[in-house]
């Protein structure tokens, strides 16, 4: 659901010293364009293959060309087969997407979804360098332990055979920002400060601990979301200082705030799926309380966003 997830790719970036695949090209969420930019940036080969802008699917393509390319994988980005969110079952885009994958003869079901990703994965298994890591985009651990979304099932097949994650979100029903990060061999996390970030910023206003965090969150924004900063103490009027200057869209809830800043003040009620909130100040258990039962599409605190190297 466009969490934007695979630009966590930076942070390893030393990590990758074989080849890029993509199944599930780009359709308005930019992965295909990050990631055949980061490949060239590395030195490394790049293949995306989609259903439909590739007429193959992911697994004919790994099952009948990959193997004749004499490669091996570093990295690869599953974010295929599209899952049916309970939050969007009513929704008439997801209706239509239901009719164009029937007719092509497919069924557009969460059982189908995770069996492609798991056949993927059995596929790029046999293919992947000593280090290499797959990232699955939809997917989450639910409260009760259980991993679902498109990698549900290829995850404890990985982890039974000695994969660890390395990220994901919170266990939670059904955040719209699941993914998982999931590695073998020496995956190693670096933090990064992408450089456009740095260029945006005044010197005086980059405070080395707030910038890690303001672009972490930003990375997760999907398209058409809002960042909505919970608290505008100072974590909360640094954080807000940064995202305007990199252009995020981004509000903020404070009642007791009185303070100029350009960005839209909203109340609780306000909030909706389209909303990721950031909690910033630190004692946050009674707001992280409160935004539980706020039908938004994720809820942060700093310290889930960025773990310092
Ligand atoms: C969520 S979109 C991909 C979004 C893209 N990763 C981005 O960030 O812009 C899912 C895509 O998977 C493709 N797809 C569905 N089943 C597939 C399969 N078995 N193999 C390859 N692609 C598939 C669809 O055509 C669709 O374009």
Redesign the pocket.
């Known amino acids: 659901m466009?969490a934007r997830a695979?630009t966590l790719l930076e942070s390893y970036a030393s990590s990758i010293r074989a080849s890029i695949v993509?199944?599930?090209?780009?359709?308005?969420?930019?992965?295909?364009s990050f990631l055949r930019r980061f490949a060239e940036q590395q030195g490394v080969r790049f293949h995306t293959?989609?259903?439909?802008?590739t007429g193959m699917?992911?697994?004919a393509w790994l099952r009948q060309v990959f193997p004749t390319l004499n490669e091996r994988i570093a990295f690869a980005?599953l974010?295929?087969?599209?899952w049916t969110f309970e939050t969007f079952k009513n929704e008439p885009w997801l209706r239509q997407q239901i009719g164009d994958y029937a007719r092509a003869g497919i069924a557009m079901t969460n059982a189908n979804s995770m069996a492609?990703h798991l056949e993927q994965t059995q596929l790029i298994e046999p293919f992947a360098a000593d280090d290499c890591a797959i990232l699955f985009?939809d997917t989450w651990q639910l409260p009760d332990g259980p991993w679902t979304g498109k990698g549900g099932t290829a995850i404890p097949w990985l982890l039974s055979r000695g994969w660890r994650v390395l990220e994901t979100v919170r266990p939670s029903p059904e955040p719209l920002d699941g993914f998982a990060l999931v590695a073998r061999g020496s995956w190693e996390r670096r933090a990064v400060v992408r450089k456009p970030w740095r260029r945006a910023w005044q010197a005086g206003d980059l405070s080395r601990d707030f910038a890690p965090i303001a672009i972490a969150s930003a990375h997760r924004l999907a398209p058409g979301q809002t960042l909505v900063l919970y608290g505008m103490g100072r974590n909360g009027q640094t954080l807000m200082r940064m995202l305007l200057a990199a252009g995020v869209p981004v509000a903020f809830i404070d009642d007791h705030f009185d303070g100029e800043v350009d960005a839209p003040r909203l109340r609780l009620e306000d909030l909706g799926p389209r909303h990721a909130v950031l909690v910033t100040p630190d004692a946050s258990e009674p707001i992280l309380s409160r935004l539980r039962s706020c039908h938004i599409a994720a809820v942060w605190r700093p310290e889930d966003l960025f773990a310092p190297a």
């Open positions: 466009g695979y993509e199944v599930g090209g780009e359709r308005g969420e930019g992965s295909t293959v989609d259903m439909v802008n699917t992911g697994e980005y974010d295929n087969f599209d492609v985009d």
